[in-house]
């Protein structure tokens, strides 16, 4: 079975960086995405980026040109990197891996989320 595992949210100032991390372990086969997601309490759970195995990405428009997401498919490990943060980007943020299954097409892997606060 497949386990993900993130790190690196924290507390930090508006205007700071906090790089997040996730690592899969367990047996994976043909990875469709890796990404990232967020989700404030009793809000619905929101795309902030995801990246292909062939390396095309998505971003929430929010985002763009302050978080890069990037990928180690060797390693099957995906990171975060978030400049320029903004109090409005307080939420848990959950990891998330799509696989490929045979006939029903993918299976979704979540991560136990992780706090990132910021602070103005």
């Known amino acids: 079975q497949v386990q993900l595992v993130e790190s690196g949210g924290g507390l930090v100032q508006a205007g700071g960086s906090l790089r997040l991390s996730c690592a899969a372990s367990?047996?994976?086969?043909?990875?469709?995405?890796m990404g990232w997601y967020r989700q404030a309490p009793g809000k619905q759970r929101e795309l902030v980026a995801a990246?292909?195995?062939?390396?095309?990405?998505n971003y929430k428009d929010s985002v763009k040109g302050r978080f890069t997401i990037s990928r180690d498919t060797g390693k099957n490990t995906v990171s975060l990197q978030m400049n320029s943060l903004k109090p409005e980007d307080t939420y848990v943020y959950y990891c998330?891996?799509?696989?490929?299954?045979?006939?029903?097409?993918?299976?979704?892997?979540w991560g136990q989320g992780t706090q990132v606060t910021v602070s103005s």
């Open positions: 990246i292909s195995s062939g390396g095309s990405t």
């Open positions: 367990g047996v994976i086969s043909s990875i469709i995405t």
């Open positions: 998330n891996i799509r696989i490929f299954v045979p006939g029903s097409g993918y299976a979704d892997y």
